[in-house]
């Protein structure tokens, strides 16, 4: 029977216990990536990627899919980098533009986010378009949208620098100091994930979430308005993509276009091993955490140890392979 | 050793599963050209046995035997290839492509030279054609099997066992979805069968239908065989007491509801589809259970999804206790009361991932709304459970899934979500099917309380003895239109049958 206790937790863990070997296998390598400053980095490279992972778990637990997410980070990024450029700044996106506030512009690049979810919304509950055929749709159109924007006289695609500081302050500043500080834009995914969480588990709108990815028709049956939620999670979602676009622009003092190119994947990726199953009605906050960290943890590590970026692009593709294929174990083979 | 006595013998399969020992030295000893059936509650195991039949379990013990030989079945092509094939409850074929290359899927024949081969259309489309004839099914080989109703796919998928040259067949509750015609044409293939020595598993919870078709019957419970008998030996009742393991002395409880004033008006409903219902009217008064009888396609499960606003409705009004209502969505009906119970319980019932508690508490959230969107989970935990517990719910905890619970404990717990609602009037569609005969008499307790309460009920069903057991009133219907509702004595077997083929 312990045999039997061991081996069902190992199938029901396996994808943790090949990433928990490899980051010790890591760790035997290079001893010195045990280290405060490397749990500092991961957080800190993990933080916008939460934001992101957390927007796209709730399209994932309705059973759709989002390829926009990305597209969407670029824009709010170059959004809110257009309007947070220092006054003396010789190539400024708007050069007669006064200093407004510093969540003006932010809360215009949450809004655009937001629209952008609320499209893909509308496309798929209204015009019953297949979510992965509308947000490759908006994936499209907003890289457009945005490319164009972004090539107005007289910016002209010139990579947007020159931030200011109260802006990129929130991306790289942080309480406290030496080894021990806390970056802002930690602080602030924890409180994004603490607010998905409460969304998740304790409002109407989470338990709906979890029942039209469970059983559409049902939720349906139950009363359930499935379009008006399908409406509101495509926006919320949209809402922290624009979120991640405003802290990837502060963290990082600038934008362009190509922001944000891919990030969909990853945020899937990270969900799909934190046990958001893509067949919908399965996925938590923790699970969604734990994804996006171990992928991180991954991608420092192999950088550490110096391992070639094509090499890790192999070793993400077998993870999350490997990822699905327990899971679909996981569900399938009870007996 | 051919000839043997017993075409397929199992014995002795014992399979246990961490904390459940589904099956305890199960033997069934099947006769060639026999009809066996295998009765036994949801849950005594007759659907593991079937697995380890056919390698989709490996049993702990025991041994198969066909023929007298040892057979060896580790996956279902082992069985297929042993002559042993399934015909599943829920029929899986490929929807967009043709009768023909259903059956043949994965073995078209062939034509060409070496390894450049074509699919011979010809050549399929004429072995279809005499399988079809030898089974005296009445199909164009050419036909989408998508536009097809239930039994004829039924029909394609028993040929598709024939042309297996399958010398077993399992029948999972293959009555389920058909009409009293078409369960005829089946016993008839059924029969034929017989007379080419295939031997026949059947596995049903109807037993008039047992007693008639079968042989011999095989009754299982708690893992365990209680034994075998010639059905010529066995009554229904004889039957439930053996498979609930207790004497039933009655299949229906005593109800004990008063009808009272009318509360539910529905007059001349009519849909805009032209082959679904046409000009409804009737009323259903409060504590009154209201039977709706009819074969598959009278369009019963059309008419009162069209009063939970899942349907649309061209013309005709519905009056709630004497005041017209608007229901366009089933927000609407909600609002105003009403609840449904589904037929397709798995389709559009419950949320097969999520929790036991959640199924029950979803339709009911507004209930627990605080401010600030946030829910009341304590008010909402203590309240689903109550409700699920009160109805009876085998279940570990609230928190598992709801997948792993039988057939009876999931309509429990979906009939919790909607009590939870506290509705006035009650849609029931085949509240029963699919579910054992323990857990009926439950459900029909429930239905008889709720009733005895002053809740209104419509229940629609299939099954005659349940129908008549359990209606005050029963309205019947035909082809879309109501042709008759049937009070007191009035309402027999004979009078509903007359009523249901009437169109």
Not at chain 1, 291 to 307: A, R, S
Not at chain 2, 163 to 170: Q, T
Request: include cysteine; glycine fraction near 10%; hydrophobic fraction near 45%.
């Amino acid at each position: 029977m312990d045999v039997k206790k061991a081996q069902s937790f190992i199938t029901q863990n396996a994808i943790y216990i090949v990433l928990v070997i490899l980051i010790l296998g890591i760790i035997v390598y290079e001893p010195s990536f045990m280290s405060v400053n490397t749990l500092r980095d991961v957080l800190i490279q993990s933080s916008t990627r939460v934001i992101i992972a957390l927007g796209v778990a709730f399209i994932l637990i309705t059973a759709g899919t989002d390829l926009s997410a990305g597209r969407v980070v670029g824009f709010t990024a170059v959004i809110s980098a257009s309007m947070l450029q220092i006054p003396d700044y010789s190539r400024r996106f708007f050069p007669d533009l006064p200093q407004v506030h510093v969540l003006l512009p932010i809360a215009i690049a949450i809004l655009a986010g937001l629209i952008c979810g609320l499209v893909n919304g509308l496309v798929v509950s209204k015009l019953n378009v297949p979510p992965f055929i509308a947000t490759l749709g908006t994936m499209l159109i907003v890289y457009g949208v945005n490319s164009l924007y972004f090539d107005m006289d007289p910016n002209q695609s010139q990579p947007i620098g020159g931030l200011r500081e109260d802006f990129t302050k929130i991306g790289s500043g942080f309480i406290g100091s030496g080894q021990y500080s806390i970056p802002y834009i930690v602080i602030i995914a924890i409180v994004v994930a603490a607010i998905v969480w409460v969304l998740f588990n304790k409002t109407k709108l989470g338990k709906n979430m979890y029942a039209i990815g469970g059983n559409m028709q049902a939720a349906k049956v139950s009363g359930i308005n499935v379009s008006k939620n399908l409406i509101y999670i495509y926006a919320i979602a949209g809402a922290l993509y624009g979120l991640a676009g405003v802290l990837e622009a502060a963290r990082t003092g600038g934008a362009t276009n190509n922001y944000g190119n891919m990030y969909e994947l990853d945020a899937i990726a990270a969900c799909v091993v934190g046990g958001v199953s893509t067949t919908g009605g399965i996925g938590t906050v923790p699970g969604v955490l734990v994804g996006v960290i171990i992928f991180t943890l991954i991608n420092y590590g192999l950088t550490f140890i110096g391992i070639s970026p094509y090499y890790q692009l192999i070793i993400k593709g077998l993870i999350i392979i490997a990822a699905v294929s327990f899971d679909m174990r996981k569900y399938s083979s009870k007996k | 050793m051919a000839n043997a006595e017993f075409l397929l013998e199992m014995n002795n399969i014992t399979k246990e599963f961490p904390g459940v020992k589904a099956l305890d030295g199960v033997s069934l000893k099947v006769r060639p050209g026999s009809v066996h059936a295998l009765m036994g509650e949801n849950g005594a195991g007759k659907s593991t046995l079937m697995k380890c039949l056919f390698g989709i379990y490996s049993p702990d013990a025991g041994e198969i035997f066909l023929d007298g030989e040892k057979a060896n079945i580790t996956n279902s092509n082992d069985a297929l290839g042993h002559g042993i094939s399934m015909i599943h409850q829920e029929l899986h074929p490929v929807p967009f492509r043709s009768v023909m290359e259903n059956i043949w899927l994965g073995r078209f024949p062939t034509k060409g030279i070496g390894p450049i081969q074509f699919i011979d259309h010809k050549k399929m489309y004429a072995d279809t054609e005499s399988l079809f004839k030898d089974l005296d099914i009445d199909l164009n080989p050419e036909t989408l099997v998508g536009k097809l109703s239930v039994s004829k796919i039924q029909s394609i998928e028993i040929a598709k066992a024939v042309s297996f040259h399958s010398r077993v067949i399992v029948m999972d509750e293959p009555t389920s979805s058909l009409t009293s015609v078409e369960v005829e044409h089946l016993f008839r293939i059924i029969r034929d069968l017989q007379k080419r020595g295939v031997a026949i598993i059947y596995i049903s919870h109807k037993m008039e239908e047992i007693l008639e078709i079968s042989d011999e019957v095989t009754i299982m419970r708690d893992g365990k065989k209680i034994g075998t008998w010639p059905s010529a030996e066995l009554t229904t009742d004889l039957i439930i007491s053996r498979m609930v393991g207790r004497d039933l002395t009655n299949r229906f409880p005593e109800r004990g509801n008063v009808p009272g004033e009318v509360y539910l008006k529905v007059e001349g409903l009519t849909s805009p589809e032209p082959r679904s219902f046409k000009d409804v009217s009737f009323t259903l008064r409060r504590g009154e259970i209201l039977g709706v009888g009819g074969l598959v396609g009278a369009q019963r499960t059309e008419v009162i999804e069209a009063l939970f606003g899942l349907r649309a409705i061209q013309s005709g009004s519905i009056s709630i206790d004497g005041k017209k209502v608007n229901i366009n969505s089933p927000q609407d009906a909600k609002k105003h009361g009403l609840a449904l119970l589904t037929e397709e319980r798995r389709v559009t019932g419950i949320f097969p991932v999520l929790s036991v508690h959640e199924n029950g508490a979803i339709a009911n959230l507004d209930r627990y709304q605080k401010p600030y969107l946030l829910l009341d989970g304590k008010k909402k935990k203590v309240e689903v459970d109550r409700m699920i517990e009160k109805l009876r719910t085998k279940t570990p905890t609230t928190k598992v899934q709801i997948m792993n619970l039988s057939g009876g404990n999931q309509q429990k717990v979906l009939l919790a979500r909607w009590l939870l609602t506290e509705p006035e009037v009650l849609l029931l569609d085949e509240p029963t099917r699919g579910i054992d005969v323990g857990a009926k008499f439950e459900i029909y307790s429930i239905i008889a309380d709720l009733a005895k309460q002053g809740k209104s009920i419509i229940m629609i069903s299939s099954e005659m003895p349940e129908l008549l057991g359990m209606s005050d009133r029963v309205m019947v219907m035909s082809e879309g239109r109501l042709t008759g509702i049937l009070e007191g004595d009035q309402a027999t077997e004979t009078e509903v049958m007359r009523l249901a083929a009437q169109h």
